[in-house]
């Protein structure tokens, strides 16, 4: 049974054009995240949902909005794409009072041309 | 601010060498502080993990050594492996609401045969 999925693995797109990506984590987990990771493999935290909460968003354009209809999933939906979105998305998952165990999934490769 | 900072960026060993990855960190709430373990293509893994509480953890072949007065934590990875080759990241988690996990920026490792 897969923990976290996500959907696509690959996504490629134009400029300017509107997409989202879906994450699903039947763990039970209460607390849900994006990652974005970037060419040089750093992970960056996008945001953090808590109980369908948004708990931490960080200094992400406002292209960028979570959306999670119920505790096991978390989409993204992202407006407007740039050149500079392309990178590997991370949906990941954890019990909110054991924050450092997450679980991720399989990444999201996201091409902007 | 990077809160986590890690080194080497990469690291070579050969095969049943002893790889180290040190990670050293600022904030002083910090109190869980897990490896993350990320081969290509796929979404980081927890590896291990330690509390401030205890010294040093072992599993396996896979050992953390932390050193609260210093700030500083590594991973030490005995007998390395071939298959062991991937990128690691270091990372620092505090608990509680709006709170969240800070990644150190990742060493990719090679295990030559």
């Known amino acids: 049974d897969t923990a976290v999925s996500q959907t696509p693995k690959y996504l490629v797109t134009q400029m300017g054009n509107d997409k989202s990506i879906k994450c699903e984590q039947n763990?039970?987990?209460?607390?849900m995240y994006w990652y974005k990771q970037d060419s040089k493999k750093f992970l960056k935290i996008m945001f953090s949902?808590?109980?369908?909460?948004?708990?931490i968003n960080e200094t992400v354009p406002n292209r960028f909005s979570p959306k999670s209809p119920d505790k096991a999933h978390l989409n993204l939906h992202i407006n407007s794409l740039e050149l500079g979105d392309s990178a590997v998305y991370f949906c990941?998952?954890?019990?909110?009072?054991?924050?450092?165990?997450?679980?991720f999934g399989p990444g999201t490769r996201l091409t902007v041309t | 601010q990077q809160q986590v900072k890690q080194s080497p960026q990469s690291l070579i060993v050969q095969k049943g060498g002893i790889s180290i990855i040190n990670c050293a960190y600022e904030?002083?709430?910090?109190?869980?502080f897990p490896w993350y373990q990320q081969f290509p293509g796929k979404g980081p893994a927890l590896l291990i993990a330690?509390?401030?509480?205890?010294s040093e953890k072992k599993e396996g072949r896979f050992t953390i050594s932390f050193n609260k007065s210093a700030k500083q934590f590594s991973l030490h990875i005995m007998d390395s492996q071939p298959g062991d080759s991937a990128t690691y990241f270091c990372?620092?988690?505090?608990?509680?609401?709006?709170?969240?996990?800070?990644f150190g920026a990742g060493t990719r490792l090679t295990v030559k045969p």
């Open positions: 949902y808590n109980n369908k909460e948004l708990i």
């Open positions: 990941a998952s954890s019990q909110q009072d054991r924050l450092g165990e997450q679980y």
């Open positions: 990372a620092a988690s505090k608990s509680g609401r709006n709170n969240d996990m800070r």
């Open positions: 904030n002083t709430a910090f109190d869980y």
């Open positions: 763990l039970g987990h209460d607390t």
């Open positions: 330690i509390r401030p509480d205890v």
